[in-house]
């Protein structure tokens, strides 16, 4: 792991961001317009979904049974390996899910069956997160930029969504676990975007742990939105040009669905080394993993190095300690 090895001699104390901010006390959407694209209404037939999950099945990691569908959470616990200190967790874990494409290549599939191999690694990391005490957890599924992509596999993803969703939400209900979407949802097909606001609606009380899933999102353009948003503000008089400050801002941005809107750690799978328009105002501040495996491959030896890592970082936001 890139970083990884490197001697740091102090330890992360886990230092509050400067200036905290609560939730925005107003309700707003969490989707904005962008520019337009065609919206999404026809999606691959069954048939075919079940061929890809198929395909997919054997080359994925776990047991037979749990290969073509995304298993529901682990009702035991797993504890916290011996080398990550409890106390020094990250509340927030972001992820770039980066690297489908290329393992289905390696393995001669289709990008669809990467995507499916994908979606046991992101269940398996929520697995770990709810078990080790990280609160919420923020992956990059699809990104403003991805609807150039080839039709067929735009048209797969959002089938994946869908099908992602219906298997999991019983399990999100039950065992606390609250769903957010974040992204312009204007541009889903329109089944999709039901049961996005169903999923929201029925696990808004959920308190154990948060997904947020950035689907169709930009990070210029949630700034641009919240510029736009206060701007609106101080046209009706609502905010006075001198009170417009950081908390203001981060009010209006898409991440104010979350108690811990900034993350602690970013992880981007496959390598490569850049954020690619993934919650560029959050990012300020937060430690950068970049793991060389695909996302398909990642999984709790990944993860613990990760957050191992993490524990070793001396977080100073600016500052500097004596």
């Known amino acids: 792991m890139l970083l990884?090895?490197?001697?740091?001699?102090?330890?992360?104390?886990?230092?509050?961001?400067?200036?905290?901010?609560?939730?925005?006390?107003?309700?707003?959407?969490?989707?904005?317009?962008y520019p337009s694209l065609p919206i999404l209404t026809n999606l691959p037939s069954r048939s075919s979904i079940a061929l890809a999950s198929q395909n997919v099945a054997s080359q994925v990691p776990g047991k037979a049974s749990d290969r073509a569908?995304?298993?529901?959470?682990?009702?035991?616990?797993?504890?916290?390996?011996?080398?990550?200190?409890?106390?020094?967790?990250?509340?927030?874990?972001?992820?770039?899910?980066?690297?489908?494409?290329?393992?289905?290549?390696m393995r001669q599939l289709p990008p669809s069956a990467g995507h499916e191999a994908g979606v046991q690694s992101l269940r398996r990391m929520i697995e770990l997160c709810c078990s080790w005490g990280i609160k919420v957890l923020t992956v990059f599924a699809f990104s403003y930029d991805n609807w150039v992509r080839p039709k067929v596999e735009v048209e797969f993803l959002m089938s994946l969504f869908e099908r992602t969703i219906s298997r999991e939400i019983d399990a999100f209900k039950s065992e606390g676990i609250r769903i957010s979407v974040i992204g312009d949802t204007t541009k889903l097909p329109n089944?999709?975007?039901?049961?996005?606001?169903?999923?929201?609606?029925?696990?808004?009380?959920?308190?154990?742990?948060?997904?947020?899933?950035?689907?169709?999102?930009?990070?210029?353009?949630d700034v641009v939105q919240a510029c736009k948003a206060i701007a609106e503000k101080v046209k009706d008089g609502v905010v006075q040009l001198e009170e417009i400050n950081e908390n203001v801002i981060e009010q209006e941005l898409e991440t104010n669905c979350t108690e811990f809107p900034n993350p602690d750690l970013m992880i981007r799978t496959s390598g490569e080394l850049r954020v690619s328009n993934f919650l560029l105002w959050q990012l300020?501040?937060?430690?950068?993993?970049?793991?060389?495996?695909?996302?398909?491959?990642?999984?709790?030896?990944q993860f613990v190095d990760a957050l191992a890592s993490f524990q070793q970082r001396q977080r100073r936001f600016g500052g500097r300690n004596s």
Do not use: C
């Open 284 to 301: 300020a501040y937060t430690e950068l993993v970049f793991e060389p495996a695909l996302w398909p491959d990642f999984g709790k030896d």
């Open 69 to 105: 569908v995304v298993s529901k959470p682990s009702r035991e616990s797993e504890p916290l390996p011996p080398e990550l200190r409890p106390d020094l967790i990250p509340k927030h874990v972001a992820v770039i899910m980066d690297g489908n494409g290329r393992w289905a290549k």
């Open 4 to 33: 990884q090895r490197l001697p740091i001699s102090v330890e992360n104390t886990l230092t509050p961001h400067p200036n905290p901010r609560t939730p925005s006390s107003y309700p707003r959407s969490q989707t904005h317009r």
């Open 191 to 221: 089944s999709l975007q039901q049961m996005i606001r169903e999923a929201e609606e029925s696990t808004k009380e959920n308190s154990l742990f948060q997904l947020i899933v950035a689907v169709s999102y930009s990070g210029k353009y």
